[in-house]
């Protein structure tokens, strides 16, 4: 059984080497192909026998991409496209974008003409999700990247292989539901440790990181829980997964129990149901999901679904991680933000993008958040 | 001192196209005012649903968007972002929905215009997904029923049966919806004549976008913008249709006579790309006519006439080839086809910081219009209703520069 350090590094060594993960599968003859932010059908992908690798952007300067987009369109979106034009994907054999916000709808039109080497797959997804002609038109979404699928890479799609690819998501939902929860009561697990294990899921297969997580939950469930010495606080927002954001938590002292991050929890809270066809089951699984700031939702459940979590975790605070120009996520502030206060559920704002090289005003809200938790 | 004696405006006449059209767009609040007060619903809709529904059913609605840019036109864009902005609301946040978020929640009366409040909300995603976003804030804070016609963006050129279906499931649920919640009555027989209408001025419309093709043209394209708010929220109503057609005969008339609305000599014909920059609209127009420039087309006000149809499916159809519904190599031709019916010389674009959707794919589309018209394109930064972010300086720049290539393409520059 390895170590839970051997562990953490390991999931961090995924996390941080995308290009390293993406290089190995490709000298092993495997397939990948990208999938862009928010949701994308990974299954089929997986079920196709293809790697599916998140494409969510990186940290870097944007040049390149400047000649296709406005500097007022998500960082997210700016830093794929500038990752494709860099060649960083070379050698993926496709890119499935869904239009699930105004800056991917630009994402997959540009993609077209900036990186022709990268076929573009688009998937539509409904936003009126949970009824007969939603669930019918995500089914042809899906047969739509299939189709594109094949021409891409040559793999054939089968039913059969889909259930098995649904029953290897489903598990790695729960083992990843699981590991969040466990994660809360283990506070010398760093901020920074605990994002490697969410952020490393995008970059390998699915089924090797179901058994990482079960030998790290393994590990942990042997190890007593250090003294709570830090503030236990849920995360929101579409990313948390700067370095530097990441170790302003863990020095002024705040520990992440929940989150609400669309790279992270967010990806795992819906399971496709164990039926036949399959195609049909994951369609299913979509009109099942919500409480996201991309997925239709006059009611705005996620704000209490934030709240109720917060308050089960014993969270003293939410730390909402603002991506800037990401209109989805700036609509939902506010209802964020009221549904805490009624709560009496203290909160803070830092806004982040993918070019943030100095963190020192999230450092200084963070440590007066903490102070405020302190009180 | 010299005392400035100004002259005493002329009073409108009745019998204008621009009267008809200003009356018509006021009679649309005062009629949801009159129905309000008669205990109706009320609802707040986005401007690329399909009214048809609306017409037929006989439901008073206004429109926030039309609502914004009369805000923003007349000078309260920034005041009223500014509520919105206190409240929470990120600058960054298109400034239609922070205006009609500040409206609806907080201000409730404005100097500029008033519309009712909303009892219920019909938001269409054709536009964008801000909209879904914006409509999904109001339901909340206003804790009233949405009705939400989901139309993604076409990632082909031709429409699938799968989104055709899904936007038709969709229609046929949200009359059912309408007729439950307002207790009006679908009328097959009201709906034909609905369309009937809706064609008659959907054509005439573009019988007067199509006069811009003319050298010189018999109107400043900016007029154009009078015409497209009864276009998109009455263009089933025959007032409508008599307020276009006079326009259609007096641009004739200028035709016949050599004359033009736009006041300056028509040196160079342009097309400009993007939502108008509402609260500097005077100031985009002066720096063009200064220069002889007239935009004489653009997608954004001759779009409304493209929603001409026989019949239910038609309306889908044309609800799913709205300009933010479509992708870049169908935009691009929308343009390309404009561009080289109408004589064009250049293409002003707007960078416009509240539309992400519009802006997300713009230097592309435009690069490729560009290179298959051969024509200069020139950029300036702005917003649809937000005026700090437009830059006068900057505009007379980008637009002296654009004048410049134009006249040097015709081979007149002088050494």
Known sequence: ?375 | MTEQIKKAPRPPDPNSGKYKLDYIANKVIKDAFEAKARGEKVGWCSSAFPKEIIETLGIPVVYPESHAVVVAARGGGQRMCEVAEAEGYSNDICAYARIAIAYATKVKDTPEQNIPLPDFLLCCSNICNTMINWYENLAKELNIPLIMLDIPINPDNEISDAQFAYVKGQLLAAIKQLEELTGKKWSDERFKEVLKMNKRVCQAFLEVTSLGKHVPSPYSGFELFNLMGPMMFARQKAETLDAIETCLKEYKENLAKGVSTFKAEEKYRIISEGIACWPWLRVTYNGLKNRGINMVTTIYAVAPGFLLYDDFDGMIRASCRVPMAINLQTSRDDRVKLIKGSNVDGMLVHVNRSCKVWSGFLYEMCRQVAEECNIPVAYFDGDQADPRVFSEAQYETRVQGLAEIMESRKGDVKA
């Not at chain 1, 290089?23 to 999938?35: F, M, N, Q, R, S």
């Not at chain 1, 990752?83 to 991917?104: E, Q, R, W």
């Not at chain 1, 929860?181 to 179901?210: C, D, W």
């Not at chain 1, 795992?268 to 409480?291: I, Q, V």
Request: hydrophobic letters at 40%; charged letters at 25%.
């Open chain 1, 1 to 375: 059984m390895s170590n839970t350090q051997e562990l953490l590094s390991k999931f961090n060594s995924i996390a941080t080497n995308p290009s390293k993960q993406k290089d190995a599968y490709l000298a092993a003859g495997e397939k990948i192909v990208l999938t862009a932010p928010v949701y994308t059908p990974e299954e089929i992908i997986h079920s196709m026998g293809l790697i599916p690798m998140g494409a969510w952007g990186g940290t870097l300067p944007l040049q390149k991409s400047r000649e296709y987009f406005p500097a007022f369109i998500c960082s997210i979106a700016q830093s794929i496209l500038e990752l494709g034009m860099n060649d960083a994907f070379k050698g993926a054999s496709a890119i499935v974008i869904p239009p699930l916000c105004d800056c991917l709808r630009g994402l997959g039109q540009n993609w077209k003409y900036a990186v022709p080497t990268i076929p573009f797959i688009p998937m539509s997804y409904p936003q009126n999700r949970a009824n007969e002609v939603g669930i019918a038109f995500c089914k042809a979404g899906y047969e739509r990247v299939i189709s594109d699928l094949e021409k891409a890479t040559g793999a054939r799609f089968d039913d059969t292989e889909l259930a098995k690819s649904i029953q290897i998501y489903n598990e790695h939902n729960v083992v990843m539901r699981e590991v969040d929860k466990v994660l809360a009561t283990h506070p010398e697990i760093s901020a920074a440790q605990r994002s490697s294990i969410f952020k490393s899921a995008f970059f390998i297969e699915k089924g090797e990181h179901t058994v990482l997580v079960k030998e790290l939950l393994d590990v942990l469930k042997h190890i007593s829980s250090a003294d709570a010495k830090k503030i236990p606080v849920m995360t929101s927002g579409i990313l948390c997964d700067a370095p530097d954001l990441l170790e302003i938590f863990d020095r002024v002292g705040l520990q992440i129990v929940a989150d609400d991050v669309a790279a992270e929890s967010r990806q795992y809270r819906t399971d496709a149901p164990g039926t036949t066809p399959a195609l049909d089951a994951l369609a299913e699984k979509f009109s099942r999901m919500d409480n996201c700031s991309v997925l239709f939702d006059a009611d705005k459940k996620r704000a209490d679904l934030i709240v109720e979590t917060a308050k089960q975790r014993g969270a003293r605070g939410v730390v909402i991680v603002l991506t800037k120009f990401c209109p989805p996520e700036e609509f939902d502030y506010v209802i964020i933000k009221k549904a805490c206060n009624a709560a009496k559920l203290p909160h803070v704002m830092i806004e982040v993008d993918r070019q943030m090289t100095n963190y020192e005003q999230a450092r200084t809200a963070l440590e007066t958040f903490r102070d405020v938790l302190q009180d």
